[in-house]
């Protein structure tokens, strides 16, 4: 089967190593950019430029957006309305779940299936074995496309609700926020000088040791094994030595004071009554 043809609308980082993985894998690629000049490397490897969004999208059943943000997005398949009947839109531009729905919205009225996506990977990461994708929306649109869809990373399909993969997306990045944040801070109570043995030999050895703990059976050891009580006295030694140091520790006092609340309301394991304390402060 011949390999369907893609276009990309959008040549930043991101859009250019999606584009270079559909040239790649042989797939006929159509590249669109606000900033003309960006695409002649991918041209030179056998892309083609198409002057308008319109006659990028007019070039190909599968049509991917990757753009700034979700007003970017709309405005640039707003401008190609004309050619969207019949194609599937997947769009892995970051938003929000609620920008994700509208734009399904929009994007059926225009005729246009539609997939909202979340890229778990950086642009160099691309079409390697750790690079993965988060889909949900049209089934059907997937389903069709699921073979292309795998040239950028594992196709993971979530459900029909548009805004799921990009409620995913974020939680994911959050996670990976929060960790930044932990990083940012033993970075500054270590200081610069003994950062980089420190982050190098100690910090991301023990983080790698520590992401098993929160999944499967390492997590029910951590609370028999490590129970909170213990934990909220090392936090609060976090906070002092912090203080001491004059270290800024806003988001480590937050945690301790959770963790205080759920030790006084007489838990001793770590994990499902922090979840339910964070996700009580959501009602
Ligand atoms: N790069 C990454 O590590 C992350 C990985 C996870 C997914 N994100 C999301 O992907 C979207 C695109 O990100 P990007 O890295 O390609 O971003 P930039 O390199 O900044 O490129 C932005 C593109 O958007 C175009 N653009 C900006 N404003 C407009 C506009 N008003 N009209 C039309 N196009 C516009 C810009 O064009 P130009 O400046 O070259 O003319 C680029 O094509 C993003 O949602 C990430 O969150 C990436």
């Known amino acids: 089967m011949n390999p369907t043809p893609v276009t990309i609308l959008g040549l930043g980082s991101m859009g250019r190593a999606l584009a270079a993985a559909f040239v790649k894998a042989g797939h006929p690629t159509t590249v669109w950019n606000r900033t003309p000049g960006k695409a002649a490397e991918l041209v030179a490897a056998g892309a083609t430029e198409a002057a308008t969004p319109a006659e990028a999208v007019a070039a190909s059943p599968l049509v991917i957006a990757v753009l700034l943000d979700d007003a970017v997005a709309r405005g640039v398949l707003e401008s190609a309305a004309g050619s969207l009947p019949g194609r599937v839109v997947?769009?892995?531009?970051?938003?929000?779940?609620?920008?994700?729905?509208?734009?399904?919205?929009?994007?059926?009225?225009?005729?246009?299936?539609?997939?909202?996506?979340?890229?778990?990977?950086?642009?160099?990461?691309?079409?390697?074995?750790?690079?993965?994708?988060?889909?949900?929306?049209?089934?059907?649109?997937?389903?069709?496309?699921?073979g292309a869809l795998k040239v950028l990373g594992d196709a993971r399909y979530l459900d029909a609700d548009a805004g799921t993969a990009s409620l995913y997306d974020l939680?994911?990045?959050?996670?990976?926020?929060?960790?930044?944040?932990?990083?940012?801070?033993?970075?500054?109570?270590?200081?610069?000088?003994?950062?980089?043995?420190?982050?190098?030999?100690?910090?991301?050895?023990?983080l790698q040791a520590m992401a098993g703990v929160f999944?499967?059976?390492?997590?029910?050891?951590?609370?028999?094994?490590?129970?909170?009580?213990?934990?909220?006295?090392?936090?609060?030694?976090?906070?002092?030595?912090?203080r001491d140091e004059n270290v800024p520790r806003e988001l480590e006092v937050h945690l301790l004071t959770m963790m205080r609340e759920i030790v006084a309301a007489g838990h001793t394991e770590v994990l499902p009554p922090l979840i339910e304390e964070i996700s009580g402060a959501r009602a």
């Open 90 to 146: 997947a769009n892995l531009t970051n938003g929000t779940p609620a920008q994700a729905r509208a734009t399904a919205a929009w994007a059926a009225e225009q005729g246009a299936a539609y997939l909202d996506g979340g890229i778990m990977a950086t642009p160099p990461l691309i079409g390697g074995p750790a690079s993965f994708v988060l889909y949900s929306g049209d089934r059907a649109a997937f389903d069709r496309h699921e």
């Open 171 to 206: 939680a994911l990045l959050s996670g990976m926020y929060g960790l930044a944040a932990g990083v940012g801070h033993a970075f500054a109570m270590v200081g610069t000088e003994r950062a980089g043995a420190f982050g190098a030999e100690l910090l991301v050895p023990w």
């Open 215 to 242: 999944a499967g059976p390492a997590a029910a050891d951590m609370d028999s094994d490590s129970p909170l009580g213990m934990q909220a006295m090392a936090l609060d030694n976090i906070v002092q030595a912090s």
